[in-house]
């Protein structure tokens, strides 16, 4: 397959656009970046996931005509709560702000995270997120089909773009991490954190009525 490269970054473009915006998964890799945990593995994972929203968006979604509305509905709901519940948390530390106890080499040095664990939360981020279905899946997906059989190298595109910028974002968040460490910033991205999960769960669930 020769790839079209106007048709390509189009694809690439759309995408990046999609997810410049601090969202659950953007802000998920920041603070494992600030907090150097599984960083990479992070964005690996969180690259992966939207990847294969794109191919179903690409391949499938698009062909479909889009989610059904009952499933549409489950996966609102489930992502208002899954925003509530995360935006609880950095609510919590926003209250009781606390920098990272880092060690010489800019490393945690206490309450380690598992790759297990690291995994998992990316991939609810990923999955869990209405927005990721609706901008990732539909929306990318929908847009392909204005490039006729063009419409993989678009997709190619997109993924493209997604890890491009999962990983200028993890590097970002990498460099800055002691730079960034400290009560007034850690607090200051919590409450940003939680105002936002909050406040676009409530949008979720105005939208089921």
């Known amino acids: 397959m020769t790839l079209a490269f106007p048709t390509f970054t189009a694809g690439m473009v759309l995408s990046m656009s999609l997810i410049m915006a601090i969202g659950p998964q953007n802000a998920h890799v920041l603070r494992m970046g600030l907090q150097?945990?599984?960083?990479?593995?992070?964005?690996?994972?969180?690259?992966?996931?939207?990847?294969?929203?794109?191919?179903?968006g690409v391949l499938g979604l698009a062909q479909l005509g889009g989610l059904s509305d009952k499933l549409m509905g489950a996966l609102v709901g489930a992502g208002?709560?899954?925003?509530?519940?995360?935006?609880?948390?950095?609510?919590?530390?926003?209250?009781?702000?606390?920098?990272?106890?880092?060690?010489?080499?800019?490393?945690?040095?206490?309450?380690?995270?598992?790759?297990?664990?690291?995994?998992?939360?990316?991939?609810a981020f990923s999955f869990l997120n209405p927005h990721a279905w609706l901008d990732t899946a539909v929306l990318i997906g929908t847009a392909s089909l204005a490039y006729g059989q063009g419409s993989t190298t678009f997709g190619l595109g997109a993924a493209t773009g997604s890890l491009v910028w999962f990983v200028t974002l993890g590097a970002a968040a990498f460099w800055l991490g002691r730079r960034l460490n400290s009560l007034h910033v850690w607090r200051a991205l919590d409450g940003l954190v939680a105002l936002m999960m909050w406040g676009t769960a409530l949008w979720l669930l105005r939208s089921l009525f």
């Open 36 to 56: 150097r945990q599984h960083l990479w593995l992070t964005v690996l994972t969180c690259a992966l996931a939207d990847v294969v929203l794109i191919g179903l």
């Open 80 to 123: 208002a709560l899954f925003l509530t519940v995360y935006g609880w948390q950095a609510f919590q530390r926003f209250l009781r702000p606390r920098a990272l106890e880092l060690d010489d080499s800019g490393r945690v040095a206490a309450e380690p995270v598992s790759p297990r664990k690291a995994v998992l939360s990316a991939l």
